[in-house]
Structure formats: structure tokens, C-alpha cells
């Protein structure tokens, strides 16, 4: 069994719970897009749960379907146990104040300073003047932009403006937090200090995080768990380790190959030795991670079926903090014998891909 499933992984009182959701638009020429088409997760108490997939795939619907800013046509919405569908706009309105949104390209009102922007949510939420800038204080030091609260949208950096959204977002004290995109809009150095602002206030509030992202980086980053989306479709789902190590969907794949994949260069390739008659040349990716040391395992693969495997390269990598290695191959020999190597390696808990699907 494959270590990610495209079915739900149900979890214990899930925080947020998606079931059978629907979503389908019809554009001016009568055709119909499913930007959702049966999606079903769960969301634990203080993951990070990413949804990753590119342009179109139904991530926005998707996420937007959590505080009802987007109402599914079919399945429910569970937060807290409590189906949102089936509530009526005092109340709708009353546990969205429990979901914060921060958003890709910030959403700040650019005629009011920095502290005028946090306390925004809080005003119409009709929160006492004196504890409202109480509130506003206490978020902005806790983003880290104290010194900057009567500055303007204007005068801020990317990384300072998202900053801002995510202190509106957490102002009214919000259990859940979902990011949009949250970090499309900055450079990779920016995007680092907010994922780890994220990933600290996840810790400090006990906050529930459910991000969408095109981006495989951001999930290694910071993902506790994952779900891959196509055409409006979970494709796989799992711990972020297992869906990046053993991802079961070529467009998974593809995702995870751009990110910790190896990709052995044409040049490599062409001064590689010829197999012998009547064998085969196979290159392979092979992800060491746990116990089972790579030496001896190459070395004994070797003599048990004899055959012979030539290291092109190898390097060691992460994700949420454990470690695992990956190897490039050169395997030739006669081609049961490999068949016998990669079973025996997918034995061991070695993941085996072949090369020419990486790229
Ligand atoms: N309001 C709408 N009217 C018509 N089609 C829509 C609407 N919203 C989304 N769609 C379509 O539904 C599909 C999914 O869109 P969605 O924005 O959810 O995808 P996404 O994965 O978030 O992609 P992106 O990152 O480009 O926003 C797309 O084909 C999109 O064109």
C-alpha cells in the first residue's frame, strides 16, 4: 500500500472536516469547470495541513470553502464538529471570527496606517476602543512590527505588509488560520521568515494552519501533512515525509522531483558505459530513509544479485526535520535480477524511481 492515500486519513476530532465537496462553474459558453469534484480531509488540532497544486486546480475554491466565502453544492463543512452549511448569517458571521485569512497579495487598506489595518476586524467586530488597542499592541509585537504601527502600507516591504495581514488575521484571536498563497508574492528569503513566523505562532497560539500553495518548497517547509490537488481532486494525501519520499501519482511526482529530486545530467548519462549483451542499464533514484545504511545496502544488493550499481550522485536532505538520503543509480545486469534488486530495496523501505520519470 502505497504510504499517502487519495482518500481522506480521518483523524480524531478533526479541527476542520471537508466532506464530499462540490463546486462546479459554468462560463458564458455553457461549459462546466469542477473546481472541486468530491473533495474530502481532515484537518487536525495544531497541524499545518498543505494543499499544493498548480494554477486551476481547485485550491482557492478549496480553501475559500472553509469559511464559507465560497458555498460548496454539495458536502459538508465541519469546523469544530459543527457543520457551517447549516448555519444562519448571525451566526456564520459569528464563527468566522474564529477563522483568520491572510491572503497573497496582502489585502491592506492603504489609507490606514499599520495599526489601523489590525484593528480593522476588531472594529467592526464592535470591540471597546482602549482594548482594541490593546489587542492591536499585543499582535504587532508578536509579528514583530511594534516599532511600525503608525507607519503606511506604502512604506512597508512585502515581507513587513504580509507581516500586517497576518497580525489582522490573528487579531480577533482566531483558532484557525488559513493562508492563501501566503507567501507567493515574496522572494525566497522573505518567504522563509514567514513560514518560520507561521510555524512560530502555530507553536505560541496553538493555532490550526491550513495553507494552499503551487509551491513543493513551502510544504517541505513547513507542512506537518499534505493533500495534492488536480482538476479539483485530491490526488494523494499524508504525512508531507511519505507523500515527498513515496509520492504515489506521477503529477506528485513531478511535484516532489522538482524539490529534493535528483536529475542526472544528459551529459552524465551519455559517458555512462554501455549494458552488456543481453543485459540492461536501468538508472535509478533510490531515497534511503531510516535505519538501513546505504553502503552496506549497495554493497549487498551487488552480491546477492549480481549485478552491478554505479553511484552517479547522492546527497542528504530533510523534511520536517527528518532526514533521509538520495542516490542516483547506474544498475546494470540482467533484467530479473534488477526486478529482484528493486523489490528487495522496497523491501528494506528503500524508495526506488526510476530516473527517466524525474525530471
Ligand atoms: N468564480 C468563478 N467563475 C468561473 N470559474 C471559476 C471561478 N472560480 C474558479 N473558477 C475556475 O475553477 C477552477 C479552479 O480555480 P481555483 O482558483 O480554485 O484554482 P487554484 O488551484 O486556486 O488556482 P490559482 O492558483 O490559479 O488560483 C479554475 O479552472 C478556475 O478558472
Redesign the pocket.
Known amino acids: 500500500m502505497p504510504a499517502s492515500s487519495p482518500g481522506v486519513s480521518p483523524v480524531p476530532s478533526p479541527v476542520i472536516r471537508l466532506r464530499g465537496l462540490t463546486r462546479h462553474?459554468r462560463?458564458r459558453q455553457g461549459s462546466v469547470?469542477k473546481?472541486l469534484d468530491g473533495v474530502s480531509l481532515d484537518v487536525a488540532a495544531g497541524e499545518i495541513f498543505g494543499i499544493v497544486?498548480?494554477?486551476?486546480?481547485?485550491?482557492?475554491?478549496?480553501i475559500r470553502c472553509v469559511n464559507l466565502l465560497e458555498r460548496p453544492a454539495e458536502g459538508e463543512v465541519l469546523v469544530f464538529g459543527e457543520n457551517l452549511l447549516t448555519l444562519d448569517d448571525a451566526a456564520l458571521r459569528q464563527r468566522r471570527r474564529g477563522i483568520g485569512m491572510v491572503f497573497q497579495h496582502f489585502n491592506l487598506l492603504s489609507s490606514r496606517t499599520v495599526a489601523g489595518n489590525v484593528a480593522f476586524p476588531l472594529e467592526v467586530a464592535g470591540m471597546p476602543r482602549a482594548e482594541r488597542d490593546a489587542r492591536v499592541a499585543e499582535v504587532l509585537a508578536l509579528v514583530g512590527l511594534a516599532q511600525k504601527a503608525e507607519a503606511y502600507p506604502a512604506q512597508l516591504s512585502g515581507g513587513q505588509k504580509q507581516r500586517v495581514g497576518i497580525a489582522r488575521a490573528l487579531a480577533p484571536r482566531p483558532r484557525i488560520l488559513l493562508c492563501d498563497?501566503a507567501t507567493s508574492a515574496l522572494d525566497p528569503e522573505t518567504t522563509h521568515d514567514i513560514l518560520g513566523l507561521i510555524r512560530s505562532l502555530r507553536d505560541k497560539l496553538d493555532l490550526t494552519v491550513l495553507l494552499?500553495t503551487?509551491e513543493m518548497a513551502v510544504v517541505k517547509e513547513i507542512c506537518d501533512r499534505v493533500a495534492v490537488?488536480e482538476a479539483?481532486q485530491v490526488l494523494e494525501q499524508g504525512r508531507v515525509f511519505d507523500v515527498f519520499t513515496r509520492p504515489a501519482h506521477p503529477t506528485t511526482r513531478s511535484f516532489v522531483a522538482g524539490t529534493i529530486g535528483h536529475s542526472v545530467p544528459p551529459g552524465t548519462v551519455a559517458r555512462l558505459p554501455p549494458p552488456r549483451p543481453g543485459e540492461e542499464r536501468r538508472l535509478l533514484q533510490v531515497l534511503f530513509a531510516g535505519p538501513n545504511s546505504t553502503r552496506a545496502v549497495i554493497s549487498e544488493a551487488s552480491r546477492r544479485f549480481g549485478i552491478d550499481l554505479d553511484i552517479i550522485s547522492g546527497r542528504i536532505d530533510e523534511i520536517a526535520g527528518e532526514p533521509f538520503g538520495l542516490m542516483a543509480l547506474a544498475a546494470y545486469g540482467a533484467a530479473p535480477r534488477l526486478d529482484e534488486a528493486v523489490a528487495w530495496f522496497e523491501e528494506l523501505g528503500l524508495a526506488v524511481t526510476p530516473l527517466a520519470e524525474v525530471r
Open positions: 462553474f462560463n469547470t473546481a497544486g498548480r494554477s486551476g486546480a481547485g485550491k482557492s475554491t478549496l498563497e494552499i503551487h490537488m479539483g
